[in-house]
C-alpha cells in the first residue's frame, strides 16, 4: 500500500512510528541515504513507497556515478606523477653519470634532449 510519508502543509504531522514496520523500513533507508550521500532534502520529496523506494536507488546510482569519476580523475592523474617522478629519477641518474665521468657538452645535451624526447613522446623503455 502507499502511504503518504511527508505532509505538505505544516498543519497535518506525519508520524514514522504510526507507519507499517516496512514503511518504517524505507523511510528509515531514505533517510539514511539521503543524509550520508549529502544530497539532502530539497523542496521536493518523495510522497510513496514507490517514490521512496526509486528516490534510494537514484541516490545510491549518483553517488557511485560520481565516486567512478572521482577515482578515474585520480588515476589518471597519479599515472601522470609516476611518469614525471620516473622521468626527472633518470635525469637524476645521468646527471650523476656526467658529474662522475668526463662527457663532452655535446653528448650530454644529445643524451637529455632523447631522454626529454621520449618523455614528451610518452615512449617508455
Avoid at 103 to 121: D, G, T
Wanted: hydrophobic share 40%; charged share 25%; glycine share 6%.
Amino acid at each position: 500500500t502507499s502511504h503518504q510519508f511527508f505532509s505538505d502543509s505544516l498543519e497535518k504531522e506525519v508520524r514514522v512510528t504510526d507507519m507499517a514496520i516496512l514503511e518504517q523500513y524505507w523511510i528509515s533507508l531514505y533517510w539514511s541515504v539521503t543524509t550520508m550521500t549529502t544530497v539532502g532534502f530539497g523542496d521536493i520529496t518523495p510522497q510513496t513507497t514507490p517514490e521512496v523506494f526509486f528516490c534510494i536507488l537514484i541516490i545510491i546510482e549518483g553517488g557511485a556515478a560520481l565516486g567512478y569519476v572521482i577515482g578515474s580523475l585520480a588515476d589518471m592523474v597519479s599515472r601522470l606523477n609516476k611518469r614525471r617522478r620516473e622521468y626527472r629519477d633518470k635525469m637524476e641518474y645521468w646527471d650523476d653519470v656526467f658529474f662522475r665521468g668526463r662527457f663532452p657538452q655535446s653528448l650530454r645535451a644529445k643524451i637529455r634532449r632523447y631522454h626529454e624526447w621520449m618523455f614528451l613522446n610518452n615512449i617508455s623503455k
